[in-house]
């Protein structure tokens, strides 16, 4: 059963648009919501992180949105770039971790 | 970065062999995980560590197990390897009291 549920698969976006992937969860033991990115032939690594007491976290370009009382939250990121294309996880923690499906996001120049 | 060196990057085995999958950090970090990634499922724990000699199981922990002899290695064995668990395999760690998971750059295994 897969605790937390990304949306979409893929997607693809003009450069300078904005990218929006969706992720949901039951658990509402979960106290940490990071997402990670992932670029061919590497590892995941940490992009930005919210925990469920925020409603908003921005880093630069990229932003979390956080609804507590959906159980929903959302990675937007503005005037995406080619280089932005990758693999972008949500995930969420209860003791261990547990992996959205993930999203493939390519930004055509 | 986090030192974290997974050998062999790639490899193929028969079914029914063993393999084992080696993870080595530098960084003194107390919790080590394995996880796989596999299209549709992302990434999913396989067994972690949260010291040396203790290991506890994750969602997909059957046909695998794993030791930790030292801090810095956690070694991940497929005792009988069969085509479902041809996947790439992850190895992470986290700092005491730190919420960042560093990844590896995978270990690509190919069951024929």
């Known amino acids: 059963q897969q605790q937390v549920k990304q949306s979409p698969q893929s997607l693809i976006v003009q450069k300078g648009g904005i990218s929006i992937i969706n992720c949901a969860y039951e658990n509402t033991a979960f106290d940490y919501f990071p997402w990670y990115q992932q670029f061919p032939g590497k590892g995941p690594a940490l992009l930005i992180a919210i925990r469920p007491d925020v409603s908003e976290k921005k880093e630069g370009r990229f932003t979390i949105s956080f609804n507590k009382s959906a159980k929903q939250f959302s990675l937007h990121i503005m005037d995406s770039q080619p280089g932005d294309s990758a693999t972008y996880f949500c995930a969420a923690r209860e003791n261990q971790v547990y992996f959205g499906t993930g999203t493939s996001l390519t930004v055509i120049p | 970065d986090a030192g974290i060196t997974q050998s062999p990057r790639h490899k193929v085995t028969e079914t029914g062999t063993p393999v084992t999958l080696r993870c080595h950090q530098t960084e003194n970090h107390r919790y080590m995980y394995w996880y796989r990634q596999d299209p549709g499922h992302g990434l999913r724990l396989i067994h972690y560590?949260?010291?040396?000699?203790?290991?506890d199981k994750g969602e997909v922990s059957d046909g695998y197990s794993v030791s930790r002899s030292k801090t810095e290695d956690f070694l991940l064995t497929l005792e009988s390897a069969t085509s479902s668990q041809t996947s790439v395999y992850f190895c992470?760690?986290?700092?005491?009291?730190?919420?960042?998971?560093?990844f590896g750059e995978g270990s690509w295994l190919t069951v024929v």
């Open positions: 560590s949260y010291g040396v000699k203790d290991t």
């Open positions: 992470a760690t986290r700092r005491d009291s730190g919420n960042t998971i560093y």
